[in-house]
C-alpha cells in the first residue's frame, strides 16, 4: 500500500459521472497550486461512501445542435454507496450517447478511449471513478485516496466510536454503519446503539463511515492535514466543527477557498457581440425575461413602463371629465383594454423581428448560466475538453488558475 503523506493540502469531492460538475476539477487544481506553493504533498479525497445517488446520476452539456441537454443514469441504487455501484450497460449506453451526440473534433475518440478504459459493465462506480481521476490528474504527482480502504477504516474507528458513545440519548449518531454495502443510520438509545428499523447494533462488528459532521474530523486525524480546499458551502459548515476538533482532540487544518471560474466559450463571446449583451445582463437576467430585455434594448420598448404610463394618463383624463359628473367608467375599461391590445401586438411585431438575437440569448445563457444555475455546477470538463484541448484543456486550466473568482475566455487557435 502506498505510504500516506504526512501534513498534506487535501481537498475532496463525492464521485459523479464523467468526473463531476466542474468545480470538483476546480477544487483539484486549486489544491495542487497550493501545495506547489506550500511545499506540501497533494491529496484528492474522492469521496465513495456517500449515498445520495441522485447528486450524481447526470450528465449536462450543450450537444452539437448548441441545445442544452441533460442524460440521466435513471436506476435504482438500491440505497449503497455510490462508490458500490455496479455500472451496467444503461450507464455504458448514456457514456456513448454523449460522445455521439457533442460536436465531433480531433479530440472526440481519444477521450473516448479514456472514458471506456475506465468505466466497465460490472466494474463499481468507485473504481471507475479513481481510474478516471488519474488519467485527469495523475500527471500533477497527485494522490488520489478512496475512503474505502481497510487501512482507513480502522484508522478511523475508535474516532467514530467515541462518537457514538457521546451521543445523547434517541438521537441519530454522526456516523454510518454499513451493511449489505448499505450506509445506514445510527441511533442512540438507552444502554445500547439501533438501526432505523429499531435493531439494536453492536457498533464493533460493522465497519463504520463519518457523516458530515465526522468526515473531515476523520480526514484531518488520519492525514493531519495542512491545508483543505473547500468551497464556499463547505468553508461554511467547516467553520461549525471546532466542536468536533476538540473533542477527538484532532489539529484543525487551514481552509483555503478554491478557485471559482466562469469559461467564455469563443461561441459564447460571439453571442455576447450579436445580442448587444453584457455578462452581466446574462447572469442577472432570467432566460425567459431575455426577451423584455432585449426588446429594451434594442427598440426601447418596455411593456409594462409603456403600459403603466398610458394607463396614469387614461386615468387623469377621465377624472377630469368626471369632474363634469359624467360617468366613463365603462369607456375606460374599453380604453384600457385597447391600450393593452395594441402594445401586445406592437410586442409580438417586435419579438417577430428580433426573433434570431432572442434565440442567440437564450442559446448563451445555457452556456454562461445553464438551467439557472452556476456553470461550474452543471458542466463537467469533458464537455470542454472535446472542444478545446483534451487533457491540455485541463492544463490551460491549471497555467490560468487563480484564487480569485475569474473570467476566463477560451480563445480559438
Given at each position: 500500500m502506498e505510504k500516506k503523506p504526512d501534513n498534506p493540502v487535501i481537498t475532496g469531492q463525492q464521485i459523479g459521472l464523467l468526473g463531476g460538475p466542474l468545480y470538483t476539477t476546480y477544487k483539484v487544481l486549486s489544491a495542487i497550486r497550493y501545495g506547489e506553493k506550500s511545499g506540501k504533498k497533494v491529496v484528492y479525497w474522492l469521496e465513495t461512501n456517500d449515498a445520495d445517488f441522485n447528486e450524481i446520476n447526470?450528465?449536462?452539456?450543450?450537444?452539437?445542435n448548441n441545445t442544452l441537454q441533460t442524460l440521466r443514469w435513471d436506476i435504482d441504487s438500491g440505497g449503497y454507496s455510490t462508490g458500490q455501484i455496479i455500472i451496467d450497460d444503461k450507464l455504458i449506453n448514456i457514456l456513448n450517447i454523449f460522445f455521439n451526440t457533442v460536436t465531433e473534433t480531433e479530440f472526440t475518440n481519444s477521450l473516448k478511449d479514456i472514458v471506456f478504459s475506465c468505466y466497465r459493465i460490472g466494474r463499481k462506480l468507485g473504481k471507475s471513478s479513481l481510474?478516471?481521476?488519474?488519467?485527469?490528474?495523475?500527471?500533477?504527482?497527485?494522490?488520489?485516496?478512496?475512503?474505502?480502504?481497510r487501512d482507513f477504516r480502522e484508522f478511523t474507528k475508535p474516532i467514530l466510536l467515541k462518537e457514538a458513545e457521546s451521543t445523547k440519548i434517541s438521537k441519530q449518531c454522526n456516523l454510518f454503519f454499513i451493511e449489505n454495502k448499505k450506509r445506514k443510520t445510527v441511533f442512540k438509545s438507552e444502554g445500547s446503539f439501533k438501526s432505523r428499523e429499531g435493531k439494536t447494533l453492536d457498533l464493533?462488528?460493522?465497519?463504520?463511515?463519518?457523516?458530515?459532521?465526522?468526515?473531515n474530523i476523520c480526514q484531518d486525524a488520519y492525514f493531519n492535514t495542512d491545508t483543505y480546499i473547500a468551497g464556499p458551502g463547505e468553508i461554511a459548515y467547516i467553520k461549525e466543527l471546532d466542536k468536533f476538533y476538540k473533542k477527538h482532540n484532532v489539529k484543525k487544518p487551514k481552509v483555503k477557498k478554491r478557485m471559482s471560474v466562469k469559461l467564455i466559450e469563443p461561441k459564447s463571446a460571439r453571442l455576447l457581440k450579436k445580442t448587444g449583451l453584457s455578462l452581466d445582463d446574462i447572469l442577472n437576467t432570467e432566460k425567459s425575461n431575455l426577451s423584455k430585455l432585449l426588446l429594451s434594448t434594442t427598440h426601447g420598448f418596455d411593456i409594462k413602463n409603456l403600459s403603466s404610463k398610458a394607463l396614469q394618463l387614461t386615468d387623469a383624463y377621465l377624472d377630469q371629465l368626471e369632474n363634469l359628473e359624467i360617468n366613463f367608467g365603462r369607456l375606460k375599461k374599453q380604453l384600457v383594454n385597447k391600450i393593452k391590445n395594441i402594445l401586445g401586438k406592437k410586442r409580438a411585431e417586435l419579438k417577430k423581428e428580433i426573433k434570431n438575437k432572442i434565440q442567440s440569448a437564450e442559446e448563451?445563457?445555457?452556456?454562461?448560466?445553464?438551467?439557472?444555475?452556476?456553470?461550474?455546477?452543471?458542466?463537467?470538463?469533458?464537455?470542454?475538453?472535446?472542444?478545446?484541448?483534451?487533457?491540455?484543456?485541463?492544463?490551460f486550466l491549471y497555467d490560468n488558475h487563480s484564487f480569485e473568482e475569474i473570467i476566463l475566455e477560451i480563445k480559438n487557435d
Open positions: 447526470r450528465i449536462d452539456y450543450i450537444d452539437k481510474m478516471l481521476a488519474e488519467k485527469l490528474f495523475g500527471k500533477y504527482n497527485i494522490r488520489i485516496f478512496d475512503p474505502s480502504i464493533n462488528e460493522f465497519d463504520l463511515v463519518p457523516n458530515v459532521k465526522t468526515r448563451l445563457h445555457d452556456r454562461v448560466i445553464p438551467y439557472g444555475k452556476k456553470q461550474e455546477r452543471v458542466f463537467n470538463i469533458f464537455y470542454y475538453m472535446n472542444l478545446y484541448g483534451g487533457l491540455g484543456f485541463i492544463d
